[in-house]
């Protein structure tokens, strides 16, 4: 009990205090008017709130803002916060990524303040804690990944740290408004490495290709020597079809094939002639 009643009493006193020097000041704006009203009267920006405090205390009401507001000359100060987005690059971080492999990435964070008087008595410099919180961000997130995750998600990587900073920025008054991977490096050994893969895998992929282009080439013939074995005068449009094709090159001697069916005749009739010097 006598505890509560020494804290109340110097309650009080704080108040009475507080309610003197008040009373004070404004005597002497008042006496030194109008030059006291430079002191007074100030302006913020349509961007800017003013969070303003009195004899130490946060003053009812919230941040001051647009355009002008009034302060008492030696009991109020006031702090401006800038609320358009701000935006700041990520120091390249050398992160191990599940897959024990190191690689260097760089980051670019834009956020903004969304409540003034918790940015300004929540932390002592929310740019600087959003500053080294973006940086630790992204080492704790890319190594939970692998190599091949993070050279291929870097949308649903962003969009992980994007929630992350700004669940815990929010305590501070800050919105993380996004988060972009700019660059992803490196060591020079695993891209030489992973180039020559690339390109191994480019040249099995074409031979694959050429492989069934040579297939396919192979059926269409056989089945173009098919359709031609049944038919002669089908055999003479290809000879003269190729015939064609020889002329539009610039040969000086064109070699005209002697027609199947004549060559065929000759050899029926010396087979029939063989055959019956046989038999006689």
Request: aromatic share 6%.
């Amino acid at each position: 009990m006598l505890q509560c009643n020494s804290d109340d009493g110097e309650l009080e006193s704080a108040t009475c205090c507080s309610a003197i020097l008040m009373m004070v000041s404004v005597l002497l704006v008042l006496a030194t008017l109008p030059l006291s009203l430079y002191m007074c009267v100030k302006v913020v920006q349509e961007y800017e709130r003013a969070v303003i405090f009195r004899l130490g205390r946060l003053v009812k009401g919230g941040a001051k803002g647009p355009g002008i507001f009034f302060i008492i000359p030696c009991i109020d100060t006031y702090r401006k916060v800038d609320l358009r987005v701000v935006s700041f690059d990520v120091p390249p971080q050398e992160v191990l990524s599940r897959d024990s492999v190191t690689v260097t990435v760089d980051a670019v964070v834009y956020y903004r303040v969304n409540n003034p008087t918790m940015a300004t008595n929540n932390v002592e410099d929310y740019s600087h804690s959003t500053h080294l919180l973006g940086a630790t961000t992204l080492r704790n997130v890319l190594g939970t990944k692998c190599l091949a995750e993070i050279l291929s998600e870097r949308e649903q990587i962003s969009h992980w740290m994007e929630t992350t900073l700004d669940e815990a920025t929010d305590p501070w008054g800050v919105k993380v408004e996004r988060v972009e991977i700019k660059d992803v490096r490196l060591p020079v050994q695993l891209q030489r490495t992973m180039a020559a893969e690339a390109e191994a895998a480019r040249e099995a992929r074409a031979k694959v290709i050429a492989a069934e282009g040579e297939q396919r080439a192979s059926n269409a013939l056989r089945e173009a020597s098919q359709i031609i074995s049944c038919s002669s005068s089908a055999l003479q449009l290809r000879y003269l079809q190729t015939l064609s094709s020889i002329s539009a090159e610039k040969n000086s001697t064109i070699v005209f094939p002697v027609p199947v069916d004549i060559v065929s005749c000759f050899l029926n009739k010396h087979k029939k002639g063989r055959t019956a010097i046989k038999k006689s």
